[in-house]
């Protein structure tokens, strides 16, 4: 299963320039998400060529149709919100904070260790990285919620409320990343990623996240019924789009703070609609308008600063992202038929 991920990978490789993590050491925590999956295939391309040491930090066991990819990784497994899970690691030449709860389900249940995460973990990370070392810290395009326009930039800041519904993560991710704003004053090389609405293969079946939730329902109902009408506005971003520029970014970034997102704009409704005709299955709308509460309306974030520097301007269509991801899951249902893991 894990041949799409390390096929895809290869387009990250090469476009990316990783000799400055030469006979370096490395990081990742939240391997096992989506986004430590592709960082991780996208590094092990090339480490032994450049002599890196990869270690990856999970919160849960790695499944066993994903493990091929992190073979001659070391492996911590554990709750990284836990203090003594940090006794006795070594320093690392580059870290890269991918853990947490992206999954707005997940992390309304779990606030006060949402916020952990975002905040005493990435200072318990920082001071693990050597004196020379990079670090990247995934925030979120949700820190611009509350704001009503498009092509938000990184000089903006939204403005909901402290007891918002999904305060524990926006504020965790602020607070997040004044902490790396303080780090990058004391000189450490700190850079900072607002990911927007990433996408792809490697999600799990237990993913609670729309796009996912509309793939699976395709594929095991006989309709795919939404919540609401589908009105929200999303700009989606394939998986090895965002890998590679948080890569870039990581290694190569001018800037402390950058977006990171795809051009694929889309209404939910329509989005449900293009995975609905792809598998032939019909779109259901309640009969009364429910918009859920708490979810932005709006979702779209200018890489302006990113493509202009990088010289981006080729993404992933989102037809060809939907289609991959469907395959993607196929696969993981019929394997979890089989195997059962």
């Known amino acids: 299963?894990?041949?799409?991920?390390?096929?895809?990978?290869?387009?990250?490789?090469?476009?990316?320039?990783?000799?400055?993590?030469?006979?370096?050491?490395?990081?990742?925590?939240?391997?096992?998400?989506?986004?430590?999956?592709y960082l991780t295939a996208a590094l092990k391309?090339?480490?032994?060529?450049?002599?890196?040491?990869?270690?990856?930090?999970?919160?849960?066991?790695?499944?066993?149709?994903?493990?091929?990819?992190?073979?001659?990784?070391?492996?911590?497994?554990g709750d990284i919100t836990d203090i003594e899970k940090f006794t006795n690691l070594p320093k690392y030449d580059c870290i890269i904070h991918a853990a947490g709860y992206g999954q707005p389900l997940k992390f309304v249940r779990n606030k006060i260790k949402t916020i952990k995460i975002n905040t005493e973990a990435t200072i318990n990370l920082l001071n693990l990285l050597n004196d020379d070392g990079r670090f990247l810290f995934m925030s979120s395009s949700e820190v611009y919620n509350g704001i009503e326009q498009t092509n938000l930039d990184e000089d903006m800041m939204g403005n909901t409320?402290?007891?918002?519904?999904?305060?524990?993560y926006i504020e965790g991710k602020k607070c997040g990343e004044s902490i790396c704003h303080a780090y990058v004053e004391a000189n450490y090389n700190v850079k900072i990623a607002r990911l927007s609405l990433a996408y792809g293969p490697g999600t799990?079946?237990?993913?609670?996240?729309?796009?996912?939730?509309?793939?699976?329902?395709?594929?095991?109902?006989?309709?795919?019924?939404?919540l609401d009408h589908g009105e929200a506005i999303r700009t989606y971003c394939y998986i090895t789009d965002a890998v590679e520029m948080l890569w870039n970014i990581c290694l190569h970034g001018k800037y402390v703070v950058y977006n990171v997102g795809g051009i694929s704009r889309t209404s939910i409704y329509d989005l449900a609609a293009t995975i609905g005709k792809s598998l032939s299955?019909?779109?259901?709308?309640?009969?009364?308008?429910?918009?859920?509460f708490g979810n932005p309306k709006m979702v779209?974030?200018?890489?302006?600063?990113?493509?202009?520097?990088?010289?981006?301007?080729?993404?992933?269509?989102?037809?060809?992202?939907?289609?991959?991801?469907?395959?993607?899951?196929?696969?993981?249902?019929?394997?979890?038929?089989?195997?059962?893991?």
């Open 1 to 37: 299963m894990v041949k799409l991920i390390e096929s895809e990978a290869q387009s990250i490789g090469n476009t990316v320039d990783f000799t400055p993590l030469k006979n370096k050491s490395v990081l990742i925590t939240g391997a096992s998400g989506i986004i430590g999956l």
């Open 45 to 77: 391309l090339i480490y032994k060529e450049l002599n890196i040491n990869i270690t990856v930090w999970t919160n849960s066991k790695i499944p066993t149709y994903l493990q091929p990819i992190f073979k001659d990784c070391e492996i911590i497994c």
């Open 161 to 168: 409320n402290t007891n918002h519904f999904r305060s524990c």
């Open 204 to 226: 799990r079946l237990d993913d609670e996240r729309v796009f996912n939730t509309f793939i699976k329902k395709g594929l095991t109902e006989k309709n795919i019924m939404l």
């Open 281 to 292: 299955k019909e779109i259901i709308l309640p009969e009364r308008q429910q918009p859920l």
């Open 300 to 341: 779209n974030v200018s890489c302006s600063r990113y493509t202009q520097e990088f010289n981006k301007h080729n993404f992933v269509h989102l037809n060809t992202g939907i289609d991959n991801t469907i395959t993607w899951y196929k696969n993981l249902l019929n394997y979890t038929t089989i195997k059962g893991d």
